[in-house]
């Protein structure tokens, strides 16, 4: 859940107003496809940018209370991010098959030793492998060794393997 959610799934409910008339409300025509896009925000945060819009006019939500929410989302999000963690590898065993795997206390701390150990791995079992340094930062490794590149996180958009189940995202080993 995030504030955001929270904030239209509080005034929905304390307008008394049911998924099917809210769907009704935001124009769709099948009320079905509608309540389920509302429910699925209201669980995951996860919306279409014109649903927001919509949902907002139909509650009465105004963009200064969505905009203070995001903000909410966005500081939790960042002090959350900001913690330190253990780096560690995910490696790809097959496809939707992940493990995952320590990188050796001797090497933490230096981004170049873990970076070799990562490729080398890759390399050595032929597997693709995912070496997360931080709720930040991943490097992502080929079955060949090689670098494929490294993906930062931001606010709204994860880092590392991530797999959908139901429309809902799993980060792999996070």
């Given at each position: ?28 025509s099948n009320v079905s ?142």
């Amino acid at each position: 859940m995030s504030h955001l959610s929270d904030l239209f799934q509080q005034r929905r409910e304390a307008t008394g107003i049911s998924f099917g008339e809210l769907a009704r409300k935001c124009g769709y025509s099948n009320v079905s496809k509608g309540s389920n896009r509302i429910q699925k925000f209201e669980q995951s945060s996860k919306f279409e940018p014109t649903l927001l819009g919509k949902l907002a006019a139909a509650l009465g939500i105004t963009s200064a209370e969505i905009h203070r929410a995001v903000e909410q989302d966005r500081a939790e999000w960042e002090a959350w991010a900001s913690e330190p963690i253990e780096p560690h590898m995910i490696v790809r065993l097959v496809a939707a098959f992940y493990s995952r795997s320590a990188i050796p206390l001797e090497l933490r701390g230096d981004r170049a030793a873990m970076e070799g150990f990562a490729g080398d791995y890759a390399a050595t079992n032929r597997v693709r492998v995912c070496l997360v340094l931080s709720r930040r930062l991943s490097v992502w490794f080929e079955r060949d060794g090689r670098c494929s590149g490294a993906t930062e996180d931001t606010f709204g958009k994860r880092n590392g393997p991530v797999m959908t189940v139901e429309g809902r995202d799993f980060l792999i080993g996070g």
